[in-house]
């Protein structure tokens, strides 16, 4: 991959065209990495997410109270859906080319298109953390979100303390905007929330230099 990941061609067309806004809300669109791909998220899915969704050491920065049987999980699938229905999220599994194997997810949520702005969310299964996945997802969800999607602003929310995905960001170019304080209970103790943006011109002016 190239600096930051940002020159690779889109890879998700139908008919040969790139894909229209109308399109996107029509079915979730495929997006794919050298080793990674990028698929709908289907209530089919809740099994295998439960698995590593329902892991509190696996969620831990990413939400204090994760979901507690698949019932659970299934329903959350299906309030995610319902969104992208609504044109509020797209929500993705993300699988490895290699076996077909669901390893996490990732979506573009609160995303408003008037506005033109998401916010990014992902959880990766425990066994595949720290081995690059995330590195080589975000390249493809930025080529994406500032090309056919048409969003000006892409932010990322992290629990402080999350060094890994707060190094992952300024990789990327993402700029910190602040800190929220005390916005999340785990029940024992509060965790602040840092956020970190990356808007089309910036990221428009390092993809031209690379």
């Known amino acids: 991959m190239r600096r930051y990941g940002m020159m690779k061609p889109y890879r998700y067309f139908f008919g040969g065209e790139t894909m229209s806004i109308e399109e996107i809300f029509t079915r979730i669109?495929?997006?794919e990495t050298d080793?990674?791909?990028?698929?709908?998220?289907?209530e089919k899915d809740a099994r295998e997410m439960f698995q590593?969704?329902?892991?509190?050491?696996t969620m831990k920065f990413i939400k204090p109270d994760p979901v507690q049987n698949q019932q659970e999980?299934?329903?959350?699938?299906?309030?995610?859906?319902?969104?992208?229905?609504?044109?509020?999220?797209?929500?993705?599994?993300?699988?490895?080319?290699?076996?077909?194997?669901?390893?996490?997810?990732?979506s573009l949520h609160k995303l408003h298109l008037f506005h033109?702005?998401?916010?990014?969310g992902a959880v990766i299964r425990e066994d595949f953390?720290?081995?690059g996945v995330m590195s080589?997802?975000?390249?493809?969800?930025?080529?994406?979100?500032?090309?056919?999607?048409?969003?000006?602003?892409?932010?990322?929310?992290?629990?402080?303390h999350n060094e890994g995905s707060e190094r992952l960001l300024a990789k990327f170019g993402f700029r910190k905007e602040g800190v929220l304080r005390q916005t999340d209970f785990d029940g024992e103790r509060y965790h602040d929330t840092v956020v970190f943006s990356l808007l089309k011109a910036e990221y428009e002016a390092v993809r031209s230099r690379v």
């Open 52 to 57: 590593f969704m329902g892991d509190r050491q």
């Open 73 to 106: 999980m299934l329903q959350e699938i299906e309030d995610r859906l319902e969104k992208y229905g609504m044109r509020k999220e797209i929500p993705w599994v993300i699988e490895t080319k290699a076996a077909g194997e669901l390893i996490g997810t990732f």
């Open 29 to 31: 669109p495929v997006l």
């Open 116 to 120: 033109r702005k998401a916010e990014m």
């Open 136 to 160: 080589e997802i975000i390249g493809e969800i930025l080529e994406f979100g500032f090309g056919p999607l048409k969003l000006n602003r892409i932010v990322g929310d992290i629990f402080a």
């Open 35 to 42: 080793h990674y791909i990028l698929r709908g998220m289907t």
């Open 129 to 131: 953390q720290r081995k």
